[in-house]
Nanobody, 119 residues
Framework: QVQLVESGGGLVQTGGSLRLSCVVS????????KGWFRQAPGKEREFVASINWSGTTTNYSDSVKGRFTISRDNAKNTVYLQMSGLKPEDTAVYYC????????????WGQGTQVTVSS
């Protein structure tokens, strides 16, 4: 059973930075595409960023492009989301997710970590 555990959320001022981490266990790390999603209060969950199983392809939503960077460390079975230039509208619960390579929908989800950006 694949499990994902996020950490690194917190309270930060506008313009600040945070790095989220997601440790993946229970599966072969490099056989999964990984992604970050977020859900703000009263809103639908939305895509933030993804990295494919080989680490060769990344994708970002338009709202975070140029400010956020997704990366991975195979040795630590960890995927990261480096967030900079944070804005109040980035406030949300951030979720890490994974799917088997070649899949369409994310199959595995973490419990989420809260990010709050104060103005």
């Amino acid at each position: 059973q694949v499990q994902l555990v996020e950490s690194g959320g917190g309270l930060v001022q506008t313009g600040g930075s945070l790095r989220l981490s997601c440790v993946v266990s229970g599966g072969t790390f490099n056989k999964y595409d990984k992604g970050w999603f977020r859900q703000a209060p009263g809103k639908e969950r939305e895509f933030v960023a993804s990295i494919n199983w080989s680490g060769t392809t990344t994708n970002y939503s338009d709202s975070v492009k140029g400010r956020f960077t997704i990366s991975r460390d195979n040795a630590k079975n960890t995927v990261y989301l480096q967030m900079s230039g944070l804005k109040p509208e980035d406030t949300a619960v951030y979720y890490c997710a994974a799917r088997k390579r070649g899949g369409t929908d994310m199959e595995y989800w973490g419990q989420g970590t809260q990010v709050t950006v104060s103005s």
